[in-house]
């Protein structure tokens, strides 16, 4: 599955963004997805994850973005996205769509997700 995140750029502290994550390979809601990060000099890190659609579409987020970032997805654009709202300075990293087929307890763990794609870039300032 390759995979294609956009939508990054630079916004102020307090602003908002959404990412999209699009595919020409594979049909994505039979996949649990997920968004990572990796910010400067930083190891990367699970941000939030949806279910494959036939796991009724369940989210999970990572205690910093819990509130203010939403994971979705639009079946019929086999599109995923995160919304990202009241973005801190903190959220600046570049940031992955991928896919795991590992079970949905285990989505936070980034060891599991494979295909990660291109990422995008997003920059908050202060």
């Known amino acids: 599955v390759q995979l294609q995140a956009s939508g990054g750029g630079l916004v102020q502290a307090g602003g908002s963004l959404r990412l999209s994550c699009e595919t020409s390979?594979?049909?994505?809601?039979?996949?649990?997805m997920g968004w990572l990060r990796q910010a400067p000099g930083k190891e990367r890190e699970f941000v939030a994850a949806?279910?494959?659609?036939?796991?009724?579409?369940?989210?999970r987020y990572a205690d910093s973005v819990k509130g203010r970032f939403t994971v979705s997805r639009d079946n019929a654009k086999n599109t995923v996205y995160l919304q990202m709202n009241s973005l801190k300075p903190e959220d600046t990293a570049v940031y992955y769509c991928?896919?795991?087929?590992?079970?949905?307890?285990?989505?936070?763990?980034?060891?599991?997700?494979?295909?990660w794609g291109q990422g995008t870039l997003v920059t908050v300032s202060s």
């Open positions: 949806i279910s494959r659609k036939s796991y009724g579409g369940s989210t």
């Open positions: 390979g594979r049909t994505l809601s039979n996949f649990h």
């Open positions: 991928a896919v795991t087929q590992i079970l949905w307890a285990y989505v936070d763990g980034i060891q599991h997700y494979n295909n």
